[in-house]
């Protein structure tokens, strides 16, 4: 069964916003022989349906659909549920399965600390008031 992973973002239209979801989807991509794409919801193009659309066209049968999203906001406990059920509506044959939100993982804390010691590795003192980045 050709398998499909879906990465679902809210979409921005400001420039670079839009690229971390593309990074995680090309390494997906190097790391399994899994269809990948990405779909957003508003404001930004693939749309999520156009995005099934070629999940479709490159043969996959099931499409994990995941929400790339931190907080389970109205988007993750209601919106993508709908368009989940949208887009399978559109397409019978297919299989669709939408995965948990990123939301919180023992990683991410992790990942928080990392970016702590980048940022307090640049030994760069500002003054009160002050913020760089």
Known sequence: ?????????????????NDGIYR?????R????????????????PSVEDAVATCVAEGAERVVMIPYFLHQGLHVRRNLPAKCA??????????FVLGDALG???KLAEIVLERVHASL?????????????
């Open 30 to 45: 190097n790391q399994t022989d899994y269809v990948v794409e990405v779909g957003f919801l508003e404001l930004s193009s």
């Open 104 to 106: 919180f993982h023992p």
């Open 1 to 17: 069964m050709r398998i499909a992973i879906l990465l679902l973002g809210h979409g921005s239209r400001t420039e670079g916003a």
């Open 24 to 28: 995680v989807m090309d390494s997906l």
């Open 86 to 95: 949208e887009v399978g509506q559109r397409y019978p044959h297919i299989e």
């Open 121 to 133: 590795k640049t030994g760069e003192r500002v003054g009160k008031g002050d913020c760089r980045h």
